[in-house]
């Protein structure tokens, strides 16, 4: 797969090694949910039909941040890196990421047609149904496929689709996250949710309480789920360890935190972390936080924390590893 980065006016510099036509996925694709994935996966499927290259348009930063839309929008469900490697396992040939500011925004319906897609040497455009471009949202998914036709383009409109007969879309997504109902963001992803950090220096408690604990600092914007307690997967340089994962601000200790931390407790494992990249996968919410009487309570309880989340890591493990589920 190949990056290429774009702004408006195009650079005629990006444009001249590519002469390949293109079947393009357009949208901003914040989560690349399942949604997303079924828009990508058509662009894919009528490049292969009709002898094209498939590709992805994607926006940065995030279109409703730079238009002053709300402060969430500051913050992130799958960071570029982590969406390049979602659009790379969808079989995606060429991604283009478009620089997203107020020249761009204000560009009308026409010349995004005009020029930009048809200078990249875009035949096929696939979009979602509630796509909308150019200066204030003016063009929608049936403008694209008017204009399009026009300059020879053709588009396809893709529905959404729907789960507990809610559309699935990066809001829902969010909204699970702020529920911590880890699984039913994985079924709105396809997967568990991410987030990368690296461990840092915390006050050490937890080393002295018997539970050593990696304290992570989060290398982007992320949101993250509702404060509490999960088991997780700590991802380290590709291997697994099952996790207890404390999400919040250690209400029991007198001077607490004036942020929510993330800290989390490898079980079965021993050794020196610090500085370390990790990756860390919600798998399901345990409790909430709690504030306990004495520090002996709150040792008990992490011990059961720490049972539970063996308990349906294990669990988990065991489904992955079964005949059936490698069937399904």
């Not at 926006?59 to 969430?72: D, I, T």
């Amino acid at each position: 797969m190949e990056l290429i980065s774009i702004g408006f006016p195009l650079s005629d510099s990006k444009l001249a090694s590519k002469d390949e036509q293109l079947s393009i996925a357009i949208g901003h694709f914040d989560g690349v949910h399942k949604g997303h994935q079924n828009v990508i996966k058509r662009a894919v499927d009528a490049a292969r039909q009709q002898g094209l290259k498939s590709a992805v348009m994607t926006f940065h930063p995030h279109p409703k941040a730079v238009l002053g839309q709300g402060e969430q929008y500051f913050s992130c469900l799958t960071p570029l890196e982590s969406k390049l490697a979602q659009f790379e396992a969808l079989g995606v040939d060429y991604v283009f990421v478009m620089k997203f500011d107020h020249s761009f925004a204000s560009i009308s319906p026409e010349r995004f047609v005009s020029e930009v897609l048809v200078p990249l040497g875009v035949r096929h455009t696939v979009v979602g149904f509630d796509f909308r471009y150019g200066s204030r949202g003016a063009g929608d998914a049936q403008m694209l496929g008017t204009l399009g036709s026009e300059q020879g383009l053709t588009t396809e409109v893709v529905e959404p689709l729907l789960l507990q007969g809610q559309k699935i879309s990066s809001t829902y997504v969010r909204e699970a996250l702020d529920q911590g109902n880890m699984a039913l963001v994985e079924d709105l992803l396809g997967r568990s949710y991410e987030v990368e950090g690296v461990v840092v220096h915390g006050h050490a408690r937890g080393r002295l309480i018997g539970f050593p604990t990696a304290n992570v600092g989060l290398t982007q914007p992320y949101i993250t789920p509702r404060l509490g307690v999960y088991a997780a997967q700590v991802v380290i340089g590709g291997q697994v360890y099952p996790a207890v994962l404390n999400h919040g601000m250690k209400p029991t200790f007198k001077d607490g935190e004036k942020a929510p931390v993330l800290e989390a407790h490898l079980i079965g494992f021993s050794g020196d972390l610090y500085d370390q990249s990790i990756r860390i996968r919600f798998i399901s919410f345990i409790r909430p936080e709690h504030k306990f009487a004495s520090v002996d309570e709150l040792i008990a309880q992490i011990g059961r924390d720490r049972d539970e989340a063996a308990a349906q890591l294990e669990e988990l493990q065991s489904k992955e590893a079964s005949p059936v589920s490698r069937n399904l």
